[in-house]
């Protein structure tokens, strides 16, 4: 991934967070005739490997996990909080005018194997937790033991598990950093009264950078 080396992030820590808050990638993976992508919800199990272990489900429908070939690199790929940046919100742009829009955004690309299964098993242990993490601020959180038994069994049987162990993250944070504080910040208010969430990331940056 293209990151200039003032939008790079390498805090392992800040990364896992952001993939962990996103949950959701293009999984992307190699066949004989090319790439082929498919969205899909994951866990992360932080602490497994160097970086990290990614766990998550497909249609069994979707063909990817029978064409994709198992001794490549694949890549899941996190978009978080992103949007379009006005000049009308940069100081610079009451100063001298010298300023153009731009879109901030956070992306992480996280590279390593991918193993698909077919055990039950396996499937259900996905499927449970991510149900248990996104019911978690529900009032009366469903779970997937309240469904009738066969009916689930069923349903897994739809699905397909997939593992990808990560051994290279790629990381960019892109909040404006290349700009002066003033801009940053009017950058941030700008977003943040349109109710877009990078505003919180950029006020986060800019306190990283206070305290350097």
Known sequence: MYTPNHFKQEDLAAVQEAM???GFVSLVTQTENGLTATQAPVILDPNEGEHGVLRGHIARANEQWK???QD???MAIFLGPNGYV????YAAKREHGRVVPTWN???VHAHGMV???EDSEVLRGIVTRLTEKHEANSERPWKVTDAPADYVDNMLKAIIAFELRITRLEASWKLNQNRSEADRRGAMEGLREGGNEVSGEMARALERDQKK
Do not use: D, V
Not at 86 to 89: E, F, L
């Open 20 to 22: 962990t808050r996103s």
């Open 72 to 74: 490549r690199e694949g």
């Open 67 to 69: 064409i994709s070939l």
């Open 115 to 117: 193993r698909f299964s």
């Open 105 to 107: 955004y956070i992306a």
């Open 86 to 89: 006005s000049p009308n919100w």
